[in-house]
């Protein structure tokens, strides 16, 4: 509402409508009154003021509640009384009594303040006088108790009930409350007939018969008391629907502010409340509260310390009634500006997390109750457990949104990370099918990053990759997407390119940025970059293809030393090898043309073989054996080394379950690829697999390179741990040639490490080297952690590693890496052997 059109205070209103009755009262007065009461004979039982003021009392007293519709309807049995004094009654004292016995009531009960007292008042004034003029007109005279001196006295307090139902409406109405007419008024001509009814034969049994009255009595009693039994029935069956309604209503909310949105909307309708709020302590358990109100302007204030302290520490529901007699209570009431009000606290898992109001009983005939109380109670008992699972499902949710950002993005820089890059180039390539522009994928590597790393440390070198990030994301920004792939390597998606000079142009803008000196710690770095371009469609329309010829090119201009290359079928044709098997490996995967050969690792004090390391072989049928050396970077770079891991890995559990169903009881060992780790679903598949085959997890070995780890070591720690839930073992394979911190090796979920062969191949002759051998072998003898040699190929190395006490041995002295039909003929022999021996 504006500011020029503000609602008038509802003083104003009260004022205007009880002056209104009063001078309709005055209007209808003479009519009222008009007639002597006449004389009766004596022994007429004539009902006189002081009959009538208690017997208005009483009967105001007797007041029922109903509900229509959500709404409120009271009534009382003052009709009765009404239509007995309109038939036996002097005019001028019906009137006088039915003010004085209803004020009493009023007063001392109902405490109701000045304003609405005057206002009821002048309402029963004015409908007394509208009864008896309606009564005189009609013909009927006071002392008769004929049917037509009742037909008039019916009608009469009929057009009261029409009357004050009208008069009561336009009042809720003006001051801003909702009420519905129409039920109003035949609720209330319902009851007039009832009590009319009732009413007129009191009076004849009065006049006549007055021994008739007692069992009359006896029976309106027994009404009056199986009404309210059936009421008090009503009520608790309402309740258990109202409790049904309010979990139905409120079970299905998924969001805290939909739970705490419904908790409130159904309980203002349940309990047909004017206001509803909730109070919510901090979900981290801190001071801090968040208030939600239904309506969101409404006009309520703070409860008073007493009532939060009852709710909180007493844990119970504190129900405050309209016109209660306490004191505090009534200041309660002020504070909050409310009429009357429920509180309760809300809990959950034994916690309490706020606190559930609902204050203002529409309609005004009814205020809360200690039977609204329980149900209330009950409410708030499922309303804490509705908002605690609503936060709960919104931490998952943000937990989930973090977890998947996380598998998606770079720690480090905060870049996308390969595997987003991957599904967004896969996404792209859908589009340009479907009719889109074409786009460039751009690969830069930096030129002097290890060189940094080696001088300056990690921390550098970290520094190093968030400034570089920095920069691209800056040239970059909304043109298109910047991803770290991983240690110093970067890829840029360029979408809606026009022409190759323009992705060139872009290319040379972002080598330029990036080699721009940069100041750390003090220091003014210098580092190179070298950029790989490839185009969609000129140079592949197949995501692999693309990444690997923007590799190409990207090594091509690092040989070369230019800033940016662009792929040239012609030009870089001429290594035509790793083009080919990039193309090929696709199917060698499919078709299954790749071979897991095995190679022993065997105890170095007995020479027992316990675990086989599982090694991926290429047979090509043209260019034959093809090494890993040349393949696997190859998958890595063109996004199907997680194929190929996957690939070896069911082979190898495959061939495990064959050996242990022959008695042959080997662990295995699988290369692992950082790039694996990134995929969120690895640690799913694993677990398939090994249910698949039925190898127990403890069966099988992770062998990770020490500088994959050191390539992010935070992410790789988490991945890690993450994989190691599903009782699979880790082994750190070529460690001393990485640049591994001792606090990271120690959070790595690791049992065994790799000592790399270039250091134990020459340690029988190189005093340094086997110094370096034995310096790992009482480190890793500290940290709790096996020792696995590489390389080992003569007896020397063993006795060596023997006065050493490393534990197990790798290498060509024991065997090559076999196919699995040879592996297990040379197992058997070397136990038939051992037996013999």
Not at 77 to 87: G, K, R
Not at 473 to 495: I, K
Not at 613 to 633: M, Y
Not at 720 to 725: G, S, T, V
Request: a negative charge; hydrophobic letters at 45%; aromatic letters at 6%.
């Amino acid at each position: 509402m504006s500011e020029g059109r503000r609602r008038p205070p509802s003083w104003l209103w009260t004022t205007v409508l009880t002056v209104g009755l009063l001078i309709l009262g005055g209007l209808l007065l003479p009519a009222a009154l008009a007639g002597p009461f006449p004389r009766l004979p004596p022994g007429t039982a004539v009902l006189r003021w002081w009959h009538l003021v208690p017997l208005f009392a009483v009967a105001e007293l007797f007041v029922f509640h109903m509900e229509v519709n959500q709404d409120a309807h009271t009534f009382s049995l003052s009709e009765i009384p009404f239509v007995m004094a309109l038939m036996l009654a002097d005019p001028a004292e019906l009137i006088t009594a039915r003010m004085v016995g209803e004020m009493v009531v009023l007063v001392v009960r109902e405490r109701q303040p000045p304003g609405k007292l005057a206002f009821n008042l002048s309402l029963f004034m004015a409908e007394s006088c509208l009864a008896l003029s309606v009564f005189h007109v009609l013909g009927g005279v006071p002392g008769r108790t004929d049917a037509a001196a009742w037909g008039a006295a019916l009608t009469g307090v009929c057009a009261t009930a029409v009357f004050g139902a009208v008069a009561v409406w336009t009042a809720i109405r003006l001051h801003g409350g909702r009420m519905t007419l129409t039920p109003v008024i035949a609720t209330g001509l319902v009851t007039a007939l009832g009590n009319a009814g009732l009413a007129g034969i009191t009076a004849a049994l009065l006049r006549d018969r007055h021994w008739a009255l007692i069992p009359l009595l006896f029976v309106a009693a027994l009404l009056v008391v199986g009404y309210q039994k059936y009421a008090r029935l009503a009520k608790r069956f309402s309740g258990l629907e109202i409790l049904y309604d309010f979990t139905s209503s409120t079970s299905q909310a998924l969001r805290p502010e939909q739970a705490i949105a419904g908790v409130l909307d159904e309980a203002r309708r349940l309990l047909r409340a004017e206001v509803a709020m909730v109070t919510l302590n901090a979900a981290s358990g801190g001071g801090l509260t968040e208030t939600v109100s239904s309506p969101p302007d409404a006009d309520v204030g703070e409860l008073p310390y007493s009532v939060r302290w009852r709710v909180a520490k007493c844990r119970e529901t504190v129900v405050v009634p309209r016109n209660t007699p306490d004191a505090v209570l009534r200041s309660a009431l002020d504070q909050v500006r409310v009429d009357d009000l429920l509180v309760a606290p809300l809990v959950s898992g034994g916690a309490l997390i706020g606190t559930l109001l609902v204050a203002g009983r529409l309609g005004g005939v009814s205020t809360f109750d200690d039977d609204d109380a329980r149900l209330f109670s009950t409410l708030a008992a499922q309303a804490g457990v509705t908002i605690d699972n609503g936060r709960l499902i919104e931490q998952l949710h943000e937990q989930a949104l973090a977890r998947e950002y996380e598998a998606l993005h770079d720690p480090l820089t905060g870049l996308p990370n390969r595997l987003l890059f991957s599904r967004t180039l896969k996404s792209t390539l859908e589009r340009f099918r479907d009719g889109a522009a074409p786009f460039a994928v751009l690969l830069m590597d930096l030129d002097q990053f290890k060189e940094v790393n080696d001088a300056l440390g990690h921390h550098m070198g970290d520094s190093l990759l968030e400034e570089v990030a920095a920069r691209l994301r800056s040239v970059v920004a909304d043109r298109g997407l910047v991803a770290r792939l991983g240690g110093d390597e970067f890829a840029v998606l360029l979408p809606g390119i026009t022409s190759p000079t323009e992705v060139l142009d872009f290319a040379t803008l972002l080598h330029d940025e990036v080699t721009d000196p940069i100041r750390l710690a003090g220091l003014l770095l210098e580092v190179g970059a070298s950029i790989g371009v490839s185009i969609c469609p000129d140079d592949g329309d197949d995501l692999a293809i693309l990444l690997q010829r923007a590799d190409v090119a990207m090594y091509a201009a690092k040989r070369a030393r230019e800033h940016v290359t662009r792929f040239d079928s012609q030009v870089h044709g001429s290594s035509p090898l790793h083009l080919q098997l990039a193309g090929e490996m696709r199917g060698a995967l499919e078709n299954e043309r790749l071979e897991v050969h095995y190679q022993p690792i065997a105890q170095v004090h007995d020479q027992r073989v316990v675990t086989v390391e599982a090694l991926v072989r290429w047979n090509h049928p043209d260019l034959g054996d093809i090494s890993p050396e040349e393949f696997v970077p190859i998958a890595e770079r063109t996004g199907l080394i997680g194929h190929l891991t996957h690939y070896v890995l069911d082979h190898a559990l495959e061939q495990c379950r064959a050996w242990q169903n022959t008695d042959l009881d080997l662990k295995v060992a699988v290369n692992l690829s950082v790039q694996v780790l990134l995929d969120r679903e690895w640690p799913a598949k694993v677990h398939a697999l090994l249910q698949r085959h039925r190898v127990s997890p403890d069966r099988l070995t992770f062998e990770i390179t020490e500088t994959g780890i050191m390539s992010d070591p935070e992410h790789m720690i988490a991945m890690l741990n993450e994989l190691a839930r599903t009782g699979v073992t880790f082994s750190i394979d070529d460690f001393g040639t990485g640049y591994s911190s001792l606090s990271y090796l120690q959070r790595l979920p690791v049992r065994e490490i790799k000592i790399d062969k270039s250091f134990v191949l020459p340690m029988a002759d190189d005093p340094s080297a086997a110094s370096i051998v034995r310096s790992v072998i009482d480190l890793a003898r500290n940290l709790g952690l096996e020792i696995i040699a590489e390389g080992v190929e003569d007896h020397r190395t063993i006795d060596h590693l023997a006065g050493m006490d490393c534990d197990l041995m790798q290498g060509f002295f024991l065997s090559r890496p076999l196919p699995p039909a040879e592996f297990t003929a040379w197992l058997r022999r070397r136990l038939a052997l051992s037996l013999a021996g």
